[in-house]
């Protein structure tokens, strides 16, 4: 992570922020925010509620805009950009939300395919080849013709995994993608993942508040408070020896 604010060579670097502040009225959720992201590194998000984190992933999905700053994905300008060129940056992004936010009319399959037909222009029979192997990799290669109020909850994530995979993202954002499971299905999703991210070269970086997932999966860690990375290493440094004072009040608090 880099936590200077003058422009750097930004070749090795898949995502990068400059200065980025973002406001919702008199509420400041990033306060002139610096970091980067190096191409197939696992990076997570980690810190209170409230502190920016998934903020900075609707971002990169423009779902958002900040008011300051620069955001480049791959070297291009995501923020500022014009919209072809933010559509063109937008297309390297992958993600999977809290809900799954699945077609309910469609199976597994279709849900699957949709976007790389319409968007990518792929033909129809290679999305199905490819949307029948990512169902194999998430483990759902039976559920190919279940819709969604078929499956379970974590299925369904699983589902939207695979979904995002299909658009052959060189990033896949990850927002807290098991808060909204029961319990006991929370494991199979986060295994998925583990799968994902020890088998591919896909570049992660993922908001959870799954402290164990975060410590398994990820190359570094951002600790986030108030808008601000206030501390940044590797799993074992942040874990194990934060030098932060408030990120071991976070850390004592959810492990």
């Known amino acids: 992570m880099s936590a200077d604010t003058t422009p750097t060579d930004t070749t090795s670097e898949l995502i990068r922020f400059e200065n980025v502040t973002k406001r919702f009225g008199d509420n400041t959720v990033l306060d002139n925010l610096c970091f980067s992201v190096k191409p197939g590194k696992h990076v997570t998000l980690i810190g209170p509620s409230g502190s920016g984190k ?36 937008r297309k390297q992004i992958g993600m999977v939300f809290q809900q799954f936010n699945l077609f309910p009319n469609m199976t597994a399959l279709r849900n699957i395919t949709e976007a790389p037909v319409r968007v990518l222009g792929m033909s129809k029979d290679e999305a199905e080849v490819r949307a029948k192997e990512l169902l194999e990799l998430v483990g759902l290669g039976d559920r190919c013709d279940a819709k969604p109020g078929q499956l379970s909850g974590g299925q369904q994530q699983r589902v939207a995994i695979a979904r995002a995979l299909a658009m052959r993202p060189q990033v896949l954002l990850l927002d807290e993608v098991t808060s909204a499971l029961d319990p006991e299905l929370v494991a199979g999703v986060l295994d998925v993942l583990r799968d994902i991210a020890r088998s591919t070269d896909i570049t992660m970086l993922c908001v959870t508040h799954e402290m164990n997932f975060a410590r398994d999966i990820s190359d570094e860690v951002l600790m986030f408070d108030a808008g601000r990375v206030i501390e940044s290493g590797s799993p074992e440094k942040i874990f194990s020896e934060p030098e932060q004072e408030r990120t071991r009040e976070f850390l004592g608090a959810v492990l």
């Open 54 to 89: 998934t903020t900075i992933l609707r971002l990169l999905m423009t779902l958002a805009t900040p008011d300051e700053g620069t955001i480049r994905v791959n070297g291009n300008r995501l923020f500022p950009a014009a919209e072809k060129e933010r559509r063109e940056a």
